[in-house]
């Protein structure tokens, strides 16, 4: 009996193994894909042996700079991507190579979540900076700056990065609430329990970068 139980125990197992593959779903990066730009500029490259999609900002003076990813509805679920960012020569000195990924991005683009990386602060000798390395914000109404000062250290966390460097991020999103896990860490390193735009926003997906950054996007799987 307690073999019979141990057989069916990992049948089910390995049901509920294939059942999460079939759901997960790789994204194709590259210009075969329906992409939108938005204040940047891309094209497919080999980068530290990924191909790889870079995107970087095309200097204007707009907050929004993303590429959208027509091809992904998405609510609740998970995003799981390879990324590193990196200043531009041109950048400025507050420049700290911003990377992230936008998510539940409306139709005409005015509203979306977003998670993003500071990469040079993440090894920064200014603890305050590596407080800083990861960071929650909700475009238009809550950028970074207003965040910080009505609710100081709770939108934003320390990870170890390193600019130019590919790093394994994972969002996870069920409603009004999402995490951040970095380098295949089994605890997220950002928890936000309360995503400005509600829990019925939906939308679709974006590679986002900040000012004076350059990019590559590699590796997106995205499971319902």
Same mark, same amino acid.
């Given at each position: 009996m307690k073999i019979r139980t141990l057989i069916l125990l990992q049948v089910f197992f390995l049901l509920f193994v294939n059942l999460v593959q079939a759901q997960k779903k790789m994204i194709p990066l590259n210009s075969g894909a329906d992409l939108v730009p938005l204040n940047v500029k891309y094209s497919e490259k080999e980068y530290l042996g990924k191909k790889s999609m870079e995107v970087f900002d095309a200097g204007s003076d707009a907050d929004l700079k993303l590429l959208k990813i027509v091809n992904t509805p998405f609510k609740n679920g998970t995003i799981e991507i390879n990324l590193a960012g990196s200043t531009m020569a041109s950048a400025s000195e507050t420049a700290r190579g911003f990377v992230g990924i936008a998510f539940r991005i409306n139709d005409d683009n005015s509203k979306y979540e977003c998670i993003y990386l500071r990469p040079t602060n993440g090894r920064a000798n +200014?603890?305050?900076?590596?407080?800083?390395?990861?960071?929650? &914000?909700?475009?238009?109404?809550?950028?970074?700056?207003?965040?910080?000062?009505?609710?100081?250290?709770?939108?934003?966390?320390?990870? +170890?990065?390193?600019?130019?460097?590919?790093?394994?991020?994972? &969002?996870?999103?069920e409603g009004d609430k999402t995490k951040l896990y970095v380098h295949d860490s089994a605890q997220p390193c950002l928890i936000v329990n309360d995503l400005k735009m509600g829990p019925d926003a939906e939308g679709k997906i974006g590679l986002w970068v900040g000012p004076g950054t350059i990019a590559h996007f590699a590796d997106l799987y995205v499971t319902p």
């Amino acid at each position: 009996m307690k073999i019979r139980t141990l057989i069916l125990l990992q049948v089910f197992f390995l049901l509920f193994v294939n059942l999460v593959q079939a759901q997960k779903k790789m994204i194709p990066l590259n210009s075969g894909a329906d992409l939108v730009p938005l204040n940047v500029k891309y094209s497919e490259k080999e980068y530290l042996g990924k191909k790889s999609m870079e995107v970087f900002d095309a200097g204007s003076d707009a907050d929004l700079k993303l590429l959208k990813i027509v091809n992904t509805p998405f609510k609740n679920g998970t995003i799981e991507i390879n990324l590193a960012g990196s200043t531009m020569a041109s950048a400025s000195e507050t420049a700290r190579g911003f990377v992230g990924i936008a998510f539940r991005i409306n139709d005409d683009n005015s509203k979306y979540e977003c998670i993003y990386l500071r990469p040079t602060n993440g090894r920064a000798n +200014d603890q305050v900076r590596r407080n800083h390395s990861v960071q929650y &914000i909700s475009y238009p109404d809550y950028p970074w700056e207003r965040l910080r000062k009505e609710f100081p250290e709770k939108y934003e966390s320390y990870v +170890d990065l390193e600019p130019g460097v590919w790093t394994k991020v994972k &969002i996870v999103v069920e409603g009004d609430k999402t995490k951040l896990y970095v380098h295949d860490s089994a605890q997220p390193c950002l928890i936000v329990n309360d995503l400005k735009m509600g829990p019925d926003a939906e939308g679709k997906i974006g590679l986002w970068v900040g000012p004076g950054t350059i990019a590559h996007f590699a590796d997106l799987y995205v499971t319902p």
